[in-house]
């Protein structure tokens, strides 16, 4: 057996939203049976070089009879860890602030089957979760999207949304003009996109928030009186997007509890008192598996706090080897010294 080493390109190209969205959606749902583990994210802090390594392990099964979207009803199963940090000071570098590296396994032998780009990963499973919560919360004749943040999370952002709603208009905010530039230039001939102000983009049927920002910058005023919002961008404690009355009023789903209260959108006002478990509707899993309702009739503004999980990323990994090794793609190499054996 070979292990197949695959490069950011070999990921996006061996990544169709159409099976990655319908695979994540399958994550949350055995995520929600019990049919998955992942233990806390790991982190080791490295202050002397402005950096840190995060640690995410997972392993899911999943029953294709209860995926309703999921395509052809096929169990299967997966598991791997990714490597990830977040250095600062790799701007000043040449290279990237966030770096990842995926390792896939076969859970039944240990085989490392594949050695994947992780940033790419990353962005295809964080447009993905988008997609899936998007699908389960936004209005169903939903057509307009606005993006804050031009970014390179918020392509996949687009390019997902898309696959579960007939999106036409898209308004993207940014304060770096060359940024939205590309991101019209990227997607111009497909979907009518335009650059706008953030009111204009907040009042889209749905929105996607994907900034860094420490101090809200989308007011409750200049939300859609039925918007949905994927709350993209806190990764951490002290990040903040959305203005506190924007969460108090909505429909407010996360992805994950411990996550989300420590360092998810909704960490600053959990933290200050200003939210607290009421406010909470429930996780996106409750609702894939039918537990908890999604968009009623009667519902208004909604908010899917994302703050990104490693099943998420075993199952976009495990999309990508599959694709990858049906195609043939990637590079074959023999890590272990056994393809003689």
């Not at 061996?14 to 994210?41: C, L, S, T, W």
Request: glycine share 10%; hydrophobic share 40%.
């Amino acid at each position: 057996m070979h292990t197949l080493l695959l490069d950011s390109e070999d990921v996006g190209a061996n990544a169709p939203m159409a099976a990655v969205v319908p695979a994540i959606e399958a994550a949350f749902g055995a995520y929600e049976r019990g049919d998955a583990q992942m233990p806390a994210k790991s982190y080791i802090d490295l202050p002397q070089y402005n950096g840190d390594f995060r640690s995410m392990p997972a392993y899911l099964s999943v029953d294709g009879e209860a995926v309703e979207t999921a395509g052809e009803a096929a169990d299967w199963d997966a598991a791997g860890i990714k490597w990830v940090n977040v250095h600062t000071d790799n701007a000043d570098r040449g290279l990237p602030t966030v770096l990842g590296t995926m390792i896939y396994s076969d859970p039944e032998t240990a085989f490392p089957l594949a050695i994947m780009d992780g940033r790419e990963l990353t962005m295809l499973r964080t447009g993905a979760a988008a997609a899936v919560a998007t699908d389960h919360l936004a209005v169903t004749d939903a057509t307009s999207l606005g993006i804050v943040g031009a970014g390179v999370q918020s392509y996949t952002q687009l390019e997902a949304i898309a696959t579960v709603r007939s999106i036409e208009d898209v308004i993207v905010a940014d304060q770096r003009p060359e940024r939205v530039a590309d991101f019209i230039d990227h997607f111009g001939d497909r979907f009518d996109v335009r650059s706008g102000e953030i009111g204009e983009a907040a009042a889209c049927d749905v929105l996607s928030t994907v900034t860094p920002v420490e101090s809200p910058i989308i007011d409750r005023a200049d939300v859609g009186e039925q918007t949905h919002i994927n709350a993209i961008g806190a990764d951490a404690a002290g990040k903040h997007e959305l203005s506190d009355q924007i969460l108090l009023d909505a429909t407010l789903v996360i992805d994950d509890y411990e996550q989300t209260t420590h360092s998810g959108e909704i960490n600053v006002p959990y933290s200050t008192g200003t939210l607290t478990d009421g406010d909470i509707y429930g996780a996106l899993g409750e609702i894939v598996v039918g537990k908890k309702a999604g968009r009623s009739s009667t519902d208004g503004i909604t908010v899917f706090d994302s703050t990104g999980l490693a099943i998420q990323d075993v199952a976009a990994a495990h999309v990508v080897y599959t694709e990858a090794n049906e195609a043939d793609n990637g590079t074959a190499f023999d890590l272990l010294g056994l393809a003689d054996a």
